[in-house]
């Protein structure tokens, strides 16, 4: 066997563990439903609702990945009627409701981060959730995340392979001056727009605009029109019969992107990262990233001009860089022997040594940390997608077969991607054509169609509920 069917085989080995079986979906809407009974057991809570966001809802979770829930008090409006100050003393209460109810464990509230925060841990395997107060930019961040993840099956592979290699190499950690999850996620994507040929478009054709800016106004209608914008740009961009088909394997494009990185901190001092132009950008000629004070920048493209890396320290940067290097190093060389190493933490070592037959799967997932938060149309020769999400509170829904009018604009591609194609701008709330869907409880909810009103599926019954948004589980 050559070494390039070697990595091949080892990758999808890997997938087939990590990859989230239809119980830790379970597990983590039984979560959810118990994080919203203690939350509607406070009066000062009634009427909140329980909503997830992150890689749980963007499909980018690993078995062993967290759980980000967000608790909405925004009664239908973008706009949250809460300070910091009210949001620490919400998850105050947050907490005592949870400590009465019981279930729960680890208990840590982090009141001064950039959004305040209470970390728990459930009883059910172990998993770490994340709490926070009317965080709707990131609800929407996973939706796009979850979306754009719809181009191409290739990509939520990248991201968890990614994802595990960063956690086997401790590059994956902010709190200790390496990336967050959603930095890798973001570097993935501009790995698969500066490939060639490019798989995934600058994500401006996508979304033109910025994204945190569009978030105003009611919600349903916002969420409506966001979501139209990006079906119809996904939808042209997938329909262009002229743009070249990546074929890349996935050990290619692996090997690919430890390679492009690898010398990420001599770069980083001159060159950002900006996915929604799909290239580097000088950080001089770009006046909202001035000035300088970030050892890496890579730019959340639904939040511009912030800094998805912030965290990233210079010393750690350097380290990081020779991480890309000698793991690329040591993929392309003929010698296999630490292949595994490379590629996954020791835990994960045992587990597949444990399973070669890669249908046992490890009775408590969630004795690995959790990882951090932050998601197919074409065909691969990468295998079928693992399995699929039982049931969901509040279901993503696939803006691909939304049928929006819309407007033409020109976009301006990578330098290596030319793309013809036209991008659709978001629409008045005028314009909107209010589209729904229905579940097919034997798919992925995120890839519903659009038919009637949302609807609540429920595991132990085929029947669907519909209820009133206010009223609606998350």
């Not at 295998?383 to 279901?395: A, D, F």
Request: positive net charge.
């Amino acid at each position: 066997m050559s070494a390039q069917s070697t990595l091949e085989n080892t990758l999808k080995e890997i997938l087939r563990v990590v990859k989230p079986l239809r119980e830790d979906w379970t597990t983590r809407s039984q979560i959810i439903d118990e994080l919203r009974g203690a939350v509607e057991s406070v009066e000062s809570l009634r009427g909140a609702t329980v909503e997830p966001f992150g890689s749980f809802v963007s499909d980018l979770f690993t078995r062993w990945g967290d759980l980000d829930v967000s608790i909405e008090f925004s009664n239908g409006s973008f706009v949250s009627p809460y300070g910091k100050k009210q949001k620490q003393r919400l998850l105050e209460n947050v907490m005592r409701a949870m400590r009465q109810k019981g279930g729960w464990r680890r208990y840590q509230l982090i009141p001064n981060a950039r959004v305040p925060i209470l970390k728990v841990e459930s009883n059910l395997q172990n998993v770490s959730c994340d709490i926070s107060i009317d965080n709707l930019k990131c609800q929407m961040k996973s939706r796009l995340l979850f979306w754009i993840s719809e181009i191409d099956t290739r990509f939520r592979d990248m991201v968890l392979l990614v994802k595990e290699w960063a956690k086997a190499h401790n590059i994956n950690n902010p709190k200790f001056g390496t990336f967050n999850s959603y930095s890798l996620t973001l570097l993935v994507v501009f790995h698969f727009q500066t490939c060639a040929p490019a798989i995934f478009p600058p994500l401006k054709d996508i979304y033109p605009g910025n994204l945190i800016d569009d978030l105003k106004g009611l919600r349903a209608d916002t969420e409506r029109r966001i979501e139209e914008t990006c079906a119809a740009n996904i939808r042209r961009f997938q329909s262009y019969n002229l743009r070249a088909e990546n074929r890349s394997s996935l050990s290619e494009l692996f090997i690919s992107f430890l390679g492009k990185f690898s010398d990420i901190s001599l770069k980083a001092s001159e060159l950002g990262i900006c996915t929604y132009t799909g290239q580097w950008q000088a950080i001089k000629s770009n006046m909202r990233w001035l000035p300088q004070t970030y050892a890496l920048f890579i730019e959340d493209p639904f939040e511009q001009p912030e800094n998805s890396a912030r965290a990233v320290s210079k010393r750690e940067l350097t380290r990081i860089s020779e991480t890309f290097e000698m793991s690329h190093h040591m993929l392309i060389s003929p010698n296999h022997s630490s292949l595994l190493a490379t590629l996954v933490r020791p835990q994960m070592l045992s587990l597949m040594v444990r399973t070669p037959d890669w249908r046992r799967q490890p009775t408590h997932p969630q004795r690995f940390r959790a990882e951090g938060s932050h998601s197919p149309t074409p065909s691969n020769n990468n295998g079928p997608r693992q399995p699929t999400r039982p049931q969901v509170h509040r279901v993503v829904r696939s803006p691909s077969q939304v049928q929006p009018q819309y407007q033409t604009v020109k976009p301006k591609g990578p330098s290596e991607v030319q793309p013809q194609y036209q991008t659709v701008k978001p629409k008045g709330p005028s314009q909107v054509q209010p589209q729904f869907q229905t579940m097919n409880p034997k798919s992925h909810p995120n890839r519903a169609t659009f038919k009637k009103p949302p609807l609540q599926t429920y595991e132990d019954q085929r029947q669907q509920i519909w209820r009133p948004r206010s009223d609606r589980p998350v």
